[in-house]
């Protein structure tokens, strides 16, 4: 039986959206083993896309076999594609557990897990598209012209249907499958030749089920910008996002500070806040760039009454995870928060903006006294809010000091690239750091001013100034690239 040629479109299509769907998801499910960076991002569009490419160079050669060996071949590769697809997060969490770590492990976990999928998924394109240019003899040109213009719309819908559907509205483990089931679907339409073993393919169909409704979530909570996770130990709730910790709070009664407030449960926290009650007066207005779990700002207006706040959150996920698991800056939202985007909040002193940081700078008009740089994409700041011009439209908007957080060697290339920046537009800058991890990191923070800074009296346990090299500025042609 002959397959008509607007089924070999669609065909082409599917599996071309598919394909797509598939590598935006591997990028986004890497995220809570091996964070989100340039680095993440490149192994995985280059590792897919090499998949892609072995893959058409071998549906070519099956192409050219006998028409009945060839569609049985590309059925068993629909199968293969279908059951490795749904199997990729058990894969990658098994690698995970096996103790793959750092760079090289990222890399090796993204070739063994997402190349073998990314093979079979194109291995039946170059034999839909021979039989496509072959069901319209006379109008090679045109046929051509429409398989290709099938593989690229199936592409962008792929895109979209990954960023916009699947991955914010059930996440990146039951997209794997969805994955599965779409590819399956397409097997009654490659008709004719040898059939194959129908039970094998119900077994296929069994499995891609199971692992999308068995499958254990890659997170706990998800949307198209985090994977986060709750974890409670002890006195403090710890806000994880991508496999990093972004916040905690503690909540033990006899914690309670002299302003009524819990104690901070981050040491880089605490310098924070030791250096921002030295710097401001009684009623500062603060912007608060990365909300992460609302900590400081409620520390900030639980201390100072005629204080104001603006917290610049991208993702309203991690808002509603704080407001349901954190309970003294769910208080304070609850009490004084309101959507910024909506109105004025008459009466209210935390205004919540969902929105990049970069974008909010940018956009602006308001004029605050001080600023804390605290936003995070996994283990690192987004590369565009470590710019020469980021932090210049902060000076323009911030008349006194700014405070910034970062993960790094405590003289890594992030802190010179910042501490550049920073010494550039400002003639006093303060930089500490904390006791280094197994990875050589820490929190390096800083403290920019126009004016002089007061010593503190003392600084958290375990941290010391820090000596930075001298570097390059990042600006926004060249800037941070991620940690290797």
């Not at 079979?120 to 090679?140: D, H, W």
């Not at 059939?195 to 094998?200: A, I, N, S, V």
């Not at 914690?255 to 407030?261: M, R």
């Amino acid at each position: 039986m002959t397959i008509r040629f607007p089924v070999l479109i669609a065909l082409i299509l599917a599996l071309s959206a598919v394909g797509l769907t598939y590598e935006i998801a591997a990028g986004r499910v890497l995220a809570p083993f091996f964070g989100t960076s340039l680095l993440t991002w490149t192994t995985v569009i280059a590792t897919v896309l090499g998949g892609f490419s072995l893959g058409s160079a071998l549906g070519g050669i099956v192409a050219e076999r006998p028409r009945a060996v060839a569609l049985r071949n590309v059925r068993s590769a629909l199968v293969a594609t279908a059951v490795l697809m749904a199997v990729s997060p058990t894969l990658l969490g098994l690698l995970h557990s096996w103790g793959v770590r750092g760079t090289d492990g990222m890399m090796l976990s993204v070739i063994l897990v997402f190349f073998p999928a990314s093979v079979c998924v194109t291995l039946p394109s170059p034999l839909l598209a021979k039989l496509a240019i072959e069901a319209r003899p006379g109008r090679e040109g045109s046929s051509l012209g429409f398989v290709l213009a099938a593989g690229s719309v199936g592409a962008i819908f792929g895109a979209i249907l990954a960023g916009f559907v699947t991955l914010p509205w059930i996440g990146s483990t039951a997209t794997f499958a969805a994955c599965g089931v779409a590819v399956l679907l397409c097997l009654p339409f490659v008709r004719g030749g040898q059939t194959g073993t129908p039970g094998t393919t119900i077994a296929a169909a069994v499995f891609v089920v199971f692992a999308g409704l068995a499958g254990t979530p890659a997170c706990q909570y998800e949307s198209g910008l985090s994977c986060l996770h709750v974890d409670r130990q002890g006195p403090e709730v710890r806000l994880v996002s991508d496999g990093t910790m972004q916040a905690a709070e503690s909540t033990a009664p006899g914690e309670a500070s002299d302003d009524g407030t819990v104690g901070l449960a981050l040491s880089y926290t605490e310098w924070f806040w030791a250096r921002m009650d030295r710097d401001l007066g009684p009623d500062p207005s603060v912007l608060f760039v990365g909300g992460g779990g609302y900590t400081l700002p409620t520390k900030l207006l639980a201390s100072r009454p005629a204080a104001e706040a603006v917290a610049v959150e991208i993702d309203p996920l991690v808002t509603k995870v704080v407001r349901a698991h954190m309970p003294r800056a769910a208080e304070m939202i609850a009490r004084t928060g309101f959507d910024a985007a909506e109105g004025d909040g008459a009466g209210r002193r935390l205004g919540i903006f969902h929105a990049d940081g970069r974008v909010y700078l940018n956009e602006t008009e308001q004029r605050f006294d001080a600023a804390v740089m605290d936003a995070f994409s996994s283990g690192s700041v987004p590369a565009h809010l470590v710019t020469r011009e980021a932090f210049a439209r902060l000076r323009e908007i911030v008349e006194g000091p700014v405070y910034v957080n970062l993960l790094d060697r405590p003289d890594g290339p992030l802190a010179r690239g910042v501490h550049a920046i920073l010494r550039e537009l400002y003639p006093h800058v303060e930089v500490v750091h904390g006791a280094r991890t197994s990875t050589g990191r820490t929190n390096v923070l800083f403290a920019a001013s126009r004016l002089p800074l007061a010593p503190l009296d003392s600084l958290p346990d375990r941290y010391s100034p820090a000596r930075i090299s001298d570097a390059r500025a990042f600006t926004d042609d060249r800037g941070w690239v991620g940690h290797r």
